[in-house]
């Protein structure tokens, strides 16, 4: 696609049920990222993936986010039994190629998620 | 000793003036370095890139890279009030693999 596409693009969920963020990089693109960035705060990086190579998994924050990349494109980021501090804007990333590190990330629009 | 750091503001300056954004860096073995624009609400949108010392011009927009000091600015001449967000500044090490590691972003208010 012409951007990095997230759906749903917000996202209100009671305490306690489990959520699927979505995210469709840019066609060609071989990494994906995810970050959560709560209100007024940094980028907090969640996990990212490129190529067929192991998921680097070290920013989930706990054992009840994980994270998907189905045949290297689309990626389902998956929240369980949500908690209100998981309220926070998703954003997903791509890039071209890993290894050069010349290219920067292309942003989504980010999934705006409110547990109440 | 954080990894990036930026001064965290609001730096407010007049529409019209020049808006000076600082990075530094502690990694000297850091290669690519890159601001990003956010505006409230908004995802980051990457605005320079610089990747050799010295001074890269595009409009408004100059980004001066130096190794030796490891400090990487952002220079916006013209300010205008469009131009208030929060400025990110990443850079990719080696170490990390070449992921980007990201300051914290300077707010930047650009007064009428």
């Known amino acids: 696609g012409a951007g990095v596409s997230q759906s749903p693009s917000n996202k209100v969920t009671e305490k306690g049920k489990d959520v699927e963020l979505r995210c469709d990089p840019i066609?060609?693109?071989?990494?994906l990222y995810w970050y959560r960035q709560s209100l007024g705060q940094g980028l907090e990086f969640l996990i990212y993936?490129?190529?067929?190579?192991?998921?680097?998994k070290s920013g989930l924050p706990s054992d009840r986010f994980s994270a998907e990349r189905t045949g290297g494109s689309v990626s389902t980021l998956t929240i369980q039994r949500t908690q209100q501090e998981d309220s926070a804007v998703y954003l997903c990333?791509?890039?071209?190629?890993?290894?050069?590190?010349?290219?920067?990330?292309?942003f989504g629009s980010g999934t705006r998620l409110t547990v109440v | 000793q954080k990894e990036v750091e930026q001064n965290s503001g609001p730096l407010s300056v007049p529409e019209g003036a020049i808006a000076s954004l600082n990075c530094t860096y502690s990694?000297?073995?850091?290669?690519?370095f890159f601001w990003y624009r956010q505006y409230s609400g908004k995802s980051p949108e990457l605005i320079m890139s610089?990747?050799s010392n010295g001074d890269k011009e595009d409009g408004r927009f100059t980004a001066q890279l130096n190794k030796a000091s490891q400090y990487v600015s952002l220079l916006i001449r013209d300010s205008q009030p469009s131009d208030s967000a929060t400025y990110l500044c990443?850079?990719?090490?080696?170490?990390?693999?070449?992921?980007?590691?990201w300051g914290a972003g300077t707010k930047l208010i650009i007064k009428p």
């Open positions: 990333a791509s890039s071209p190629e890993f290894s050069s590190g010349r290219d920067g990330y292309t």
């Open positions: 066609s060609g693109h071989t990494a």
């Open positions: 993936f490129q190529g067929n190579s192991a998921p680097d």
């Open positions: 990694d000297r073995g850091s290669q690519s």
């Open positions: 610089i990747y």
């Open positions: 990443a850079v990719t090490t080696l170490k990390a693999g070449y992921q980007l590691i």
